[in-house]
């Protein structure tokens, strides 16, 4: 077996059956990595010492017939937005470069669960665009075709997955940024509700928006990582909205029928024909799985309140997050950030108060909408377009923008949505997924019917040729 296209559910049998050891695993994924990070630019950072005192741990527990956790042994990284001790984090900012934070929640719970922490995965500056493009670095390329974007902002995550530089990482979308890498790279990804997976950490994009999720080559590993890091914590209060954990027994065993609508591809894009018939190949597989199947109109498009200076109404929301961590951070690190985070950042410092009340109310007045859009239709799940393919880098390392209207409208609606790798672009050969939807809370069912798509063969099997 090639360990490092192996999923974690096949790493777990293999060391409970002893044909190779964690320590074994991860040192082929640390071979990988120093041979395709340096075209890919997966990666902003290695704790290899760190990582090998895990995986002799977790080996010792399988020798001695006691694992630890779900994870035990498993290759996991953390993109660099989150917190974890022993390792710089930088939020793709060259100002915290040199960054030690205490371990996040999150980080906590996967250590809990015997996972092997071995890398920090790049991002854009305070994962504010669709592109992994940061002044630390090169940009982050797709394993796919590397003159094109891995995405963002969660693309270090994606590639990296994608690329079999271990077999699980977790991402965060504000705005799509698990779903959007995870479609353009050709693996699953999982944006939660919101706060099922419990936000305690120092930084964090929005506390309205953001949710940390997997990015994973099979439903299962998301599910098995949502077990693992499911379930409320007091210091976060969001999470006691969803209070009990997923667990991959609920998740994938469930066989019963469910209301699917299948929406109408919206791209415009000379993707658009590829994506639609993914979308009506969705409609036939769901029949197979004896669901009942409709076509529904398009959700309701999300659009964010025009303030009365023009300005984003979350830009003060991240500036405020810098200085909480650095005070008088504009004022100190202007001319140290990227030309897109400066834009937002000074902008940040504009906004009026009333402005940024008026955009929270017009969200939640947005998320209700969605939420009894869903009631109205009477579904279940709904099944939609995603994004176009991932678009070619430029000499100065952007991406144009792709086509993503469809995702920042679930971050405000706080929705559970999976992004599924269903087909590659007739146009480009890159990948391309669609969206499979839920109603608040119903991470399971979610879970459930992506891997539908995963046992009925509308996946992306295939690895990239790298």
Known sequence: M??????????????????????????AVLARVRTLNPKLNSFLAINEEDARRQAKSAELAWSTGSPKGLLCGIPVSVKDSIEQAGMPTTYGSMVFRSNIRPDALLVTRLREHGAVLFGKTNLSEFALRPETRNRLGESGRNPWDLTRTCGGSSGGAGSAVSAGLGPIAIGTDSGGSIRGPSAQNGIFGLKPSFQRIPAVQQWRASHDRSHNGPMTRTVYDSALIMEALTGCDPQDPNSSFVDDRVTVELALNSSRSLRIGVAPCELKGSDADDVAGALADSRLLMLEFGHQVKEVPYPPRYTALRTSDGIWPYSADHLAAAEQLVPAFLELHHGDLTDYAQLVYSSGSRLLAIDYRRALVHDVRYRIAMQQWLKDHEI???????????????????????????????????LPVGAVPVRRSSRTGMPLGLQVVGHFGQDDIVLAVSQQFERGGLWIAERPPI
């Open 2 to 27: 090639d360990l490092t296209s192996a999923s974690a559910r096949e790493l777990l049998g293999g060391y409970r059956r002893r044909e190779f050891s964690p320590t074994e695993v991860l040192d």
């Open 380 to 414: 279940d799940i709904l099944i939609m377009d995603c994004v176009s393919s991932a678009p070619v880098i430029d000499a100065e390392g952007r991406a144009t923008d792709s086509e993503s209207n469809g995702l920042a409208m679930f971050n405000i609606a706080r």
